[in-house]
């Protein structure tokens, strides 16, 4: 739909697990985003990637570990997280690292953590 | 409050009217953008207007800028079921100095009935 892929789409993990969530991008862009969306609550910007170098990196607790093997893919690993995480994980690309172009959006990944 | 500030926060009007959300912001910016989001989904975007323009258009939507108010509003003429989403403005707001950033608001619920 928008060349942004997510899996898993929904995720439900205990506060002591590890998992990792995963975005692929098929648009050839340079930039690439994970957001934290929860209610109530804006976007809340966690990490970007341009050309595979982290460029941001906005106070995100430790918990959340961000990884962009290539400029197609980006992880987020997860362990030890708190039911407060629970929220839908965005992951987003733009051709380059500027807010005049457009973020292109993955479905996202809805985590649930008990 | 937020940089981005959507009004209002919810929005219920019936098929073939016409809805108008507004967007206020507090520092200057370079550009603002408008997304969609559906239900559970990632956003989409739908347009972005210049810091220079005062309107732009792009089928049944109408965005207007006004910078001297710091504000944007978003029209959708003749609504369809179909439009039901949550809309979201987004700025780069310039910050204390040079950002990268999109900085999104807490969004719109519209809901358009059948």
């Known amino acids: 739909e928008t060349g942004v892929t997510q899996t898993p789409r929904h995720l439900v993990m205990g506060m002591t697990n590890k998992k990792s969530l995963k975005c692929e991008q098929h648009l050839g862009h340079n930039a690439m985003y994970w957001y934290k969306q929860s209610a109530k609550k804006p976007l809340e910007l966690m990490f970007v990637?341009?050309?595979?170098?982290?460029?941001e990196n906005n106070s995100v607790p430790s918990r959340f570990s961000p990884e962009c093997p290539n400029s197609s893919h980006l992880f987020l690993h997860l362990h030890t997280l708190q039911p407060e995480d629970s929220a839908l994980y965005l992951c987003?690309?733009?051709?380059?690292?500027?807010?005049?172009?457009?973020?292109?959006f993955g479905p996202g990944t809805r985590l649930t953590v008990t | 409050s937020q940089q981005g500030e959507e009004d209002p926060q919810a929005l219920s009007i019936q098929e073939g009217e016409n809805a108008t959300m507004n967007c206020s912001y507090k520092t200057s910016i370079n550009n603002l953008q408008w997304y969609r989001q559906n239900s559970g989904r990632g956003l989409v975007h739908l347009i972005l207007i210049r810091s220079n323009e005062r309107e732009k258009h792009s089928g049944r939507l109408r965005v207007t800028l006004d910078t001297s108010k710091k504000s944007s509003s978003l029209l959708i003429t003749a609504s369809r079921a179909a439009d039901t989403a949550s809309y979201f403005c987004a700025t780069d707001a310039v910050d204390g100095g040079a950002t990268n950033k999109l900085i999104f608001g807490t969004g719109t619920l519209l809901a358009v009935q059948p």
């Open positions: 990637y341009s050309l595979e170098e982290r460029v």
């Open positions: 987003a690309s733009s051709q380059v690292y500027f807010p005049r172009y457009e973020q292109y």
